[in-house]
């Protein structure tokens, strides 16, 4: 039974399969307009970073369930933070206030320290650049579940900053408890897939290779899943840069050679990695899947409002 979400390496493959079930009702209630099961509860939503999807698709999960949210959207600033305020005192005082706290922090571990000291349940929305992004794999791994219809046996492209992207290493610890994956890490040298994780692929007897040319592979793929690059990681020129990311732009071009029933994920926010000419193609799914993370974070309030 988990209190905390805060970390892939918790989830069981039983758990995330029920979790996906509720998804799957949560999303027939989200479109009858809600219910007002959980309307004595109350949920913080603690973001020490900017975020669209996360802090949204979460407040507006806890709405249609009937729930009240209290938030701040830059806890940095507009929080007692800005007074030197420790992430722990934070946590104690909002545990006399809600139900639930929601927390995106910058520091990798910050959910991790809330959870620590907390008495309700805490939720890792995003901590630190390397860390984890939980309810943003369990998000991805539903949209893989319900449009590709399976995630044993998948083959899938994690193309991008690698070393820096917590969405890639919570869905990476995800997969690796499915049977028969290959993993394509497809990324600059500098912005490989750091070893903590190709260790943990090997324990778990997960195939993976490194690339870094996603033309190379992506006829061989299931699903193909982009992430941003920032050239201010690279240290090289914009002529130089605009070279490089020919390897990993997806376009109609390269959408041409991919199979005809795999999909293009993105957790977003994009940049210019995959061109808005594939929007239109049907087997561009990452609206869908920012729209699969109101109905997970549905599943995973309510699992936790049900429990504690
Ligand atoms: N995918 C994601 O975490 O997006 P936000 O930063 O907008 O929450």
Redesign the pocket.
């Known amino acids: 039974m988990l209190k905390h979400i805060i970390e892939s390496q918790q989830f069981t493959v039983p758990f995330i399969i029920e979790l996906f079930e509720s998804a799957k009702r949560m999303e027939k209630i989200f479109h009858r307009g809600g219910t007002q099961d959980y309307s004595n509860k109350i949920m913080a939503s603690l973001f020490y ?9 979460f407040e507006t999960a806890m709405y249609r369930l009937g729930g009240k949210v209290i938030s701040t959207e830059n806890a940095k600033e507009f929080s007692s933070a800005i007074s030197g305020e420790s992430i722990e005192d934070t946590i104690k005082v909002l545990n006399n206030f809600v139900d639930i706290v929601v927390i ?1 922090h910058n520091e990798i571990g910050g959910a991790k320290r809330a959870a620590e000291v907390s008495t309700i349940p805490i939720i890792n ?2 901590d630190g650049k390397g860390g984890q ?1 939980p309810t ?1 794999a369990l998000t991805d791994l539903y949209t893989i579940y319900r449009e590709i219809k399976t995630i044993d046996g998948l083959n899938i492209a994690l193309v991008g900053d690698l070393a820096h992207g917590r ?1 890639i290493r919570s869905l990476a610890y995800l997969l690796s408890k499915f049977e028969r994956v290959k993993i394509f890490f497809v990324a600059p040298d500098p912005l490989q897939i750091h070893q903590d994780i190709c260790d943990h692929l090997e324990e778990n007897d997960t195939w993976y290779c490194k690339e870094n040319n996603l033309l190379k592979i992506i006829n061989q793929v299931d699903v193909v899943y982009q992430t941003r690059i920032d050239k201010e990681k690279l240290n090289v020129s914009d002529a130089e840069f605009n070279q490089l990311m020919q390897a990993f732009f997806i376009d109609r071009n390269v959408l041409n050679q991919l199979k005809q029933n795999a999909i293009v994920m993105h ?3 994009r940049l210019n990695e995959i061109s808005a000419e594939v929007d239109s193609d049907p087997r561009a799914a990452y609206f869908r899947q ?1 729209q699969n ?1 109101i109905f997970i974070r549905m599943a995973l309030l309510a699992y936790l409002m049900d429990k504690y």
């Open positions: 970073e900017p975020s669209t999807r996360t802090r949204f698709s995106r929305a995003g992004h943003q969405t957790p977003l926010p920012a993370g």
